[in-house]
């Protein structure tokens, strides 16, 4: 990719990231010692899979914390100006940003949903994220949510009714403040249930 065609702006990128980390604290909350997520691996902070070989003492400070969210964002959006060669929103970064996180840059390269995307497909593209809600082989509550809301974020500027939604909360110049309470407003406004 060259710098005439950049796929998203600093300024851009940047409030995407302050979305994506909020959505992210949204769905994995903060645990301070070691867990196992639901596919089964070592995690911890706010979903921080600790790789093999890597040291992370347990328990770890919400600095620290906030730290392993920061760099694991970092990485992710590296993966998706890899792979995603299409002009994304705010939006639609950050609800890519919450997926790549949750499922891996690997699952992301040979998705449909990327297939779709890089086709300038972006209804067809959304409509992908609800098929990613099994881990362990077991169709899980959380991922469906997750999914609905990543969904929905991604097409809250490309659907009408969900921007004219968006601007009279007042979100359209500075979509970062009060993100999740849109997001939960945009899905009981579709008919999807999150708690």
Same mark, same amino acid.
């Given at each position: 990719?060259?710098?005439?065609?950049?796929?998203?702006?600093?300024?851009?990128?940047?409030?995407?990231?302050?979305?994506?980390?909020?959505?992210?604290?949204?769905?994995?909350?903060?645990?301070? #010692?070691? @867990?196992?997520?639901?596919?089964?691996? %070592?995690?911890?902070? @706010?979903?921080?899979?600790?790789?093999?070989?890597?040291?992370?003492?347990?328990?770890?400070?919400?600095?620290?914390?906030?730290?392993?969210?920061?760099?694991?964002?970092?990485?992710?959006?590296?993966?998706?100006?890899? @792979?995603?060669?299409?002009?994304?929103? %705010?939006?639609?970064?950050?609800?890519?940003?919450?997926?790549?996180?949750?499922?891996?840059?690997?699952?992301?390269?040979?998705?449909?949903? =990327?297939?779709?995307?890089?086709?300038?497909?972006?209804?067809?593209?959304?409509?992908?994220? %609800?098929?990613?809600?099994?881990?362990?082989?077991?169709?899980?509550?959380?991922?469906? =949510? =997750? =999914?609905?809301?990543?969904?929905?974020?991604?097409?809250?500027?490309?659907?009408?009714? #969900?921007?004219?939604?968006?601007?009279?909360?007042? @979100?359209?110049?500075? %979509?970062?403040?009060?993100?999740?309470?849109?997001?939960? #407003?945009?899905?009981?406004?579709?008919?999807?249930?999150? #708690?």
């Amino acid at each position: 990719m060259t710098a005439d065609n950049t796929v998203i702006s600093n300024k851009r990128s940047g409030e995407a990231t302050a979305i994506a980390k909020d959505l992210i604290k949204e769905f994995e909350g903060l645990r301070l #010692t070691q @867990y196992k997520c639901s596919g089964g691996m %070592p995690t911890i902070g @706010y979903g921080h899979v600790i790789r093999k070989n890597e040291q992370v003492a347990s328990p770890v400070t919400e600095a620290q914390a906030e730290a392993l969210l920061d760099q694991d964002v970092k990485i992710v959006q590296a993966a998706l100006r890899c @792979y995603c060669h299409v002009p994304l929103t %705010p939006f639609q970064e950050a609800a890519l940003i919450s997926f790549i996180f949750n499922l891996g840059a690997g699952a992301f390269q040979s998705s449909t949903l =990327r297939q779709k995307l890089n086709r300038s497909e972006y209804i067809l593209a959304a409509d992908e994220f %609800p098929k990613w809600v099994h881990a362990g082989g077991r169709k899980l509550h959380g991922l469906v =949510r =997750r =999914r609905a809301v990543e969904r929905n974020l991604f097409l809250t500027e490309v659907e009408p009714e #969900t921007t004219r939604l968006v601007q009279r909360k007042g @979100y359209s110049s500075s %979509p970062v403040f009060g993100i999740i309470a849109v997001v939960k #407003t945009l899905c009981h406004k579709l008919g999807v249930h999150i #708690t």
